[in-house]
């Protein structure tokens, strides 16, 4: 049970931060935003999900 929490929260909250930092309108000058954002975004979500699997699989 405490795997498939932890999991999903590595997969929800990325999601929150990503959708903040969309809405802010000082964001859209950084060059490196994809970078910045979505890299840490999308690696929190790849283990999220790995981790889900492992937590489905040994239960």
């Known amino acids: ?6 999991s ?3 997969i929800l ?3 929150f931060g990503v959708v ?3 809405v802010k309108d000082k964001l859209a000058n950084i060059k490196e ?3 910045i ?3 840490p975004a999308l690696i929190s979500f790849v283990l999220g ?3 889900l699997a492992f937590a489905l699989t040994t239960m």
């Open 8 to 10: 999903l929260v590595l």
């Open 1 to 6: 049970m405490n795997w498939i929490v932890v």
């Open 49 to 51: 999900v790995g981790l």
């Open 13 to 15: 909250y990325p999601l």
């Open 20 to 22: 903040f930092c969309l």
């Open 33 to 35: 935003f994809n970078v």
């Open 37 to 39: 954002i979505f890299a």
